[in-house]
Nanobody, 120 residues
């Protein structure tokens, strides 16, 4: 099992920045990749960004490319999402997730989520 705990959400004005973190514990050696997803009220959950845990390759949704940056600290088993130039449409609950199987895009473990609110 892998446990994921998000932190760092909050309220920020449009154009501002925020960093959210995800700390992993448990069987972290089994992690192949980690990612961020978000869900806004009345909308389906959507992919935001992902990082390959060993190689560090990153992937971003088009909606956040150029504004969000994903990084990791392997020693701390922690992933960070730096969010710049935030827009009201970025308002959502942000979920951290971990994937253990390279052959599938399905995520096996999820955090409880952290609220990010961007005011206009």
């Amino acid at each position: 099992q892998v446990q994921l705990v998000e932190s760092g959400g909050g309220l920020v004005q449009a154009g501002g920045s925020l960093r959210v973190s995800c700390a992993a514990s448990g069987r972290t050696f089994s992690m192949y990749a980690m990612g961020w997803f978000r869900q806004a009220p009345g909308k389906e959950r959507e992919f935001v960004a992902a990082i390959n845990w060993s190689g560090g390759s990153t992937y971003y949704a088009d909606s956040v490319k150029g504004r969000f940056t994903l990084s990791r600290d392997n020693a701390k088993n922690t992933m960070y999402l730096q969010m710049n130039s935030l827009k009201p449409e970025d308002t959502a609950i942000y979920y951290c997730a971990a994937r253990t199987r390279p052959a599938t895009l399905a995520y096996d473990y999820w955090g409880q989520g952290t609220q990010v609110t961007v005011s206009s």
